[in-house]
């Protein structure tokens, strides 16, 4: 997975949740749990809220249910302290779980919500990535600057390869993919258009069995459909 977008904060200020935030909430939750081997949601509010702030919780510290929000996505889980000086949760499980951080933070969420880049912004995303995803997209030994943008460019909607239980690599592809359709350029390509398209749904089969999405898949999916795919293509 990759990060390196500019993470939005969720912890500041207030705005309307919506399904795909609920879908965010709920794929961390399962990453939360695959990443801790712990299940109850109980058992992870005790596990972490100490954490939280000064002061351990006692016995009698009421638990306040928060995980079972998060697992049906009625809460949005948050980053940095809020005004109470209690840090959020994403922080405090991300420092000893860093791929539930990851998860969180990952492109795929702006790029879903509309985030658009330029040809540039996206070259620098994919340069971080494994080699097995950036293969797909660029030349990593082109000789020039100007050179590696333009087979970057040309690189949008050529075939990707992606094994039947990779959700990982189908997750950064889906992440690229949603990117590229939202540029400009792209949607005066149909060749490109066309195959990012194909792309696209070459990644859905691993994302709908991963345990990310296992409860949301079909909200996030119709999500996709009525807000970005449905959209450009």
Same mark, same amino acid.
């Given at each position: 997975?990759?990060?390196?977008?500019?993470?939005?904060?969720?912890?500041?200020?207030?705005?309307?949740?919506?399904?795909?935030?609920?879908?965010?909430?709920?794929?961390?939750?399962?990453?939360?749990?695959?990443?801790?081997?712990?299940?109850?949601?109980?058992?992870?509010?005790?596990?972490?809220?100490?954490?939280?702030?000064?002061?351990?919780?006692?016995?009698?510290?009421?638990?306040?249910?928060?995980?079972?929000?998060?697992?049906?996505?009625?809460?949005?889980?948050?980053?940095?302290?809020?005004?109470?000086?209690?840090?959020?949760?994403?922080?405090?499980?991300?420092?000893?779980?860093?791929?539930?951080?990851?998860?969180?933070?990952?492109?795929?969420?702006?790029?879903?919500?509309?985030?658009?880049?330029?040809?540039?912004?996206?070259?620098? =995303?994919?340069?971080? &990535?494994? $080699?097995?995803?950036?293969?797909? /997209?660029?030349?990593?030994?082109? @000789? *020039?600057?100007?050179?590696?943008?333009?087979?970057?460019?040309?690189?949008?909607?050529?075939?990707?390869?992606?094994?039947?239980?990779?959700?990982?690599?189908?997750?950064?592809?889906?992440?690229?993919?949603? =990117?590229?359709?939202? &540029?400009? $350029?792209?949607?005066?390509?149909? /060749?490109?258009?066309?195959?990012? @398209? *194909?792309?696209?749904?070459?990644?859905?089969?691993?994302?709908?069995?991963?345990?990310?999405?296992?409860?949301?898949?079909?909200?996030?999916?119709?999500?996709?459909?009525?807000?970005?795919?449905?959209?450009? =293509?």
């Amino acid at each position: 997975m990759n990060t390196s977008l500019k993470a939005e904060n969720p912890g500041r200020g207030r705005r309307r949740t919506t399904e795909l935030d609920r879908c965010r909430a709920q794929g961390w939750f399962r990453c939360v749990v695959i990443e801790t081997h712990e299940s109850s949601p109980t058992e992870l509010e005790r596990k972490f809220r100490a954490r939280r702030r000064q002061g351990a919780p006692t016995a009698a510290t009421p638990v306040t249910r928060i995980f079972e929000r998060y697992r049906s996505g009625r809460n949005c889980p948050t980053e940095g302290k809020n005004s109470k000086g209690s840090e959020g949760y994403l922080s405090v499980i991300g420092r000893d779980y860093p791929r539930t951080l990851e998860f969180y933070r990952h492109p795929f969420w702006q790029a879903a919500s509309g985030t658009a880049v330029s040809l540039a912004q996206m070259d620098s =995303l994919i340069r971080t &990535m494994d $080699t097995r995803i950036a293969r797909h /997209y660029v030349s990593l030994c082109a @000789a *020039r600057e100007t050179d590696h943008l333009k087979l970057l460019w040309h690189s949008f909607g050529q075939e990707i390869w992606i094994e039947r239980n990779d959700y990982e690599a189908a997750f950064d592809h889906l992440a690229i993919n949603l =990117l590229m359709l939202r &540029m400009e $350029t792209t949607r005066f390509n149909p /060749y490109a258009m066309e195959g990012i @398209a *194909r792309c696209i749904v070459k990644t859905l089969g691993p994302l709908s069995a991963s345990p990310w999405f296992c409860d949301c898949y079909e909200k996030l999916f119709d999500y996709l459909e009525a807000n970005v795919w449905g959209r450009f =293509l």
